[in-house]
């Protein structure tokens, strides 16, 4: 069973190279500049493995590109009724993330940024054979 907690986080930025070393500066984050699909991504490590939050950071598309958290759901489709349900608005609908899992980001009702994040299941084991 999912937590329901914060996974991951994002922030657009208007110059990722300046905004990350403000975060490197204050908080001691490391970035790393990969790309991802179509864009230039910052991986952002905030803490060690199992102690801190990993997000991302991009360049800003718009003036409505804000910060976002993702919170872990088991079943993505089911927490996209029950947000909408509540009050929530889609933002941007449900989407694969290959090999990672799947997004939808949407809105409070009061604007704020939320975004949800159910991850693919683990590749199966390979089974090694064992000599008799």
Same mark, same amino acid.
């Given at each position: 069973?999912?937590?329901?907690? $914060?996974?991951?986080?994002? $922030? &657009?930025?208007?110059? =990722?190279?300046?905004?990350?070393?403000?975060?490197?500066? $204050?908080?001691?984050?490391?970035?790393?500049?990969?790309?991802?699909?179509?864009?230039?991504?910052? /991986?952002?490590?905030? @803490? &060690?493995? #199992?102690?801190?939050?990993? #997000? @991302?950071?991009?360049?800003? /598309? @718009?003036?409505?590109?804000? &910060?976002?958290?993702?919170?872990?759901?088991?079943?993505?489709?089911?927490?996209?009724? /029950?947000?909408?349900?509540? @009050?929530?608005? !889609?933002?941007? #609908?449900?989407?694969?993330?290959? /090999?990672? #899992?799947?997004?939808?980001?949407?809105?409070? =009702? !009061?604007?704020?940024? $939320?975004?949800?994040?159910?991850?693919? &299941? =683990?590749? =199966? +084991?390979?089974?090694?054979?064992? +000599?008799?």
């Amino acid at each position: 069973m999912v937590t329901k907690t $914060i996974v991951h986080f994002e $922030i &657009p930025a208007n110059d =990722p190279g300046s905004l990350s070393k403000f975060y490197s500066d $204050i908080f001691g984050w490391k970035f790393k500049k990969e790309q991802m699909s179509d864009i230039d991504y910052w /991986t952002i490590t905030t @803490g &060690p493995r #199992g102690k801190g939050i990993f #997000g @991302g950071m991009y360049k800003r /598309t @718009g003036a409505t590109d804000l &910060p976002r958290n993702y919170i872990a759901v088991d079943k993505i489709d089911k927490s996209i009724e /029950t947000f909408k349900n509540a @009050g929530g608005r !889609e933002v941007v #609908g449900k989407a694969e993330i290959p /090999t990672i #899992g799947w997004s939808f980001i949407g809105a409070d =009702p !009061e604007g704020n940024l $939320i975004a949800l994040f159910q991850a693919a &299941p =683990p590749p =199966p +084991k390979k089974k090694v054979k064992r +000599k008799k």
